[in-house]
């Protein structure tokens, strides 16, 4: 089905679909999608709603993030975007182009192409990255005028404020200039670069209404991720579990660290009380109708082998199925686990860690039932690109990576090509080059 046709497309106003999204148990999780292309693989992935970025639509373009994006071209990839997606999308809308009248343009032009959110910032021009130094910030009350004059145009969209105060201003101004906001008219508010895990829970207990959290990569804010610890102690465990149950998943991993938490490779890990952990553990394998629950124990860095061991057992009487033992230093450390420990145990075959990389069934032969390489695909194709760029600057021609491209048949099954051609029977059906042989064609 494409979007010329699609009769399947959710009724509601786009910002109604969103507002629903909020209230749900748990997060609205909205990866950045820049082209509509990006949309179809994130929706393809499972996400509920989306977010465009004005600091990648514009890096997109080679340009800087500093407010030079023109409305038009915001408009074109917002509405590229909603047509190629059926899913709520979130619309960095800068500074509102402009003052009073020039935001509630911008808030009719952003429905019209489909738009569930726009998300505006107090800030002035020239406008930085949240994350930067030296952000120059628009009066609280001229702010607010801006919020009530895209509120008064909205029909669906929602309205997110977003506050760069708290760098200059600091907390209890930042907190103060969002509740402003709220009561111009802003739907949620969206607390830009919190430095804390402390400042972040301080925000939420202090503005009542939907928040956003942007984890930007580079930043000045924590990156706190999905599942981890647990989301909170008992009962915020036993709704992860029925989230994620109800979202089709097999297992959960919970670990034995607290926030902020790290990656298990790296040094200077905190890890919670073994009781607290076995704790979060019970908690859900009471809620868990089917999940299964994976204990991760990254105990052994700073505690030892034994104690690691004396975790894994005490996180198995609690109820968890399975066990992830973090960063094991040596096959004799991976065989002593799977001896001491005698339920399903998963192995982390990351690479660049302190984990000898084994393969699928030198582990199965060890005792290990489930392995993971978590981070492989990305960091190829991070070489990959890399590489690719090298090999155009020097010779001139990608003929030499062809092999070990996507093909563009692989590309088009991505996009849905031939539905498009189908809707006209007076377009040929298209003739794919074939890949290995560029001149000789082949049916798509």
Not at 287 to 304: K, N, P, V, Y
Request: hydrophobic share 50%; aromatic share 4%.
């Amino acid at each position: 089905m494409t979007w010329l046709t699609d009769a399947e497309r959710d009724p509601r106003p786009a910002g109604d679909r969103l507002a629903a999204l909020w209230t749900q148990p748990g997060i609205v999780r909205m990866p950045g999608a820049h082209t509509p292309l990006a949309a179809l693989l994130a929706r393809r992935a499972g996400f509920p709603a989306l977010y465009l970025s004005g600091a990648a639509v514009t890096a997109s373009l080679a340009l800087p993030d500093l407010g030079v994006l023109a409305l038009d071209e915001l408009v074109f990839f917002t509405r590229a975007i909603c047509r190629a997606v059926d899913l709520p999308l979130l619309v960095d809308g800068d500074t509102g182009y402009g003052e009073a009248l020039n935001v509630m343009r911008l808030v009719r032009e952003l429905e019209d192409a489909g738009a569930a959110a726009v998300q505006l910032e107090d800030q002035v021009l020239p406008k930085k990255c949240g994350h930067l130094s030296d952000k120059r910030l628009a009066a609280p009350e001229d702010m607010a005028r801006k919020v009530a004059a895209a509120a008064r145009a909205a029909r669906h969209l929602r309205i997110i404020a977003r506050t760069d105060a708290l760098a200059s201003e600091g907390l209890d101004a930042a907190i103060a200039r969002a509740r402003l906001y709220v009561e111009a008219g802003a739907h949620a508010v969206f607390p830009e670069a919190l430095r804390s895990v402390e400042e972040i829970t301080a925000f939420a207990a202090a503005v009542r209404v939907p928040l956003l959290a942007n984890m930007t990569e580079f930043g000045r804010t924590p990156l706190l991720t999905a599942g981890d610890t647990g989301y909170g102690e008992a009962l915020n465990v036993m709704r992860l579990v029925r989230e994620l149950e109800d979202a089709g998943a097999a297992a959960v991993q919970l670990e034995d660290q607290v926030l902020p938490k790290k990656c298990g490779h790296l040094s200077d890990k905190r890890l919670a009380a073994p009781e607290d952990m076995a704790r979060k553990v019970a908690a859900a394998a009471r809620a868990a109708r089917h999940l299964r629950i994976i204990a991760r124990t990254d105990a052994l860095a700073s505690e030892g082998l034994d104690a690691a061991i004396a975790r894994a057992r005490l996180y198995v009487e609690a109820g968890a199925h399975a066990v992830f033992p973090e960063a094991l230093r040596s096959v004799e450390e991976i065989t002593a686990f799977a001896a001491a420990v005698r339920v399903p145990l998963l192995a982390n075959m990351t690479e660049f860690g302190r984990t000898p990389l084994l393969t699928a069934d030198e582990l199965a032969r060890l005792g290990y039932k489930m392995v993971i390489w978590p981070v492989t695909a990305l960091r190829v194709a991070a070489r990959a690109m890399e590489e690719t760029y090298a090999q155009l600057a020097r010779h001139g021609t990608q003929a030499g990576l062809l092999d070990r491209m996507q093909s563009r048949k692989e590309l088009y099954d991505v996009i849905r090509y031939e539905a498009y051609e189908a809707l006209d029977g007076s377009i040929a059906r298209s003739v794919v080059p074939d890949a290995a042989n560029p001149g000789t064609p082949r049916r798509a």
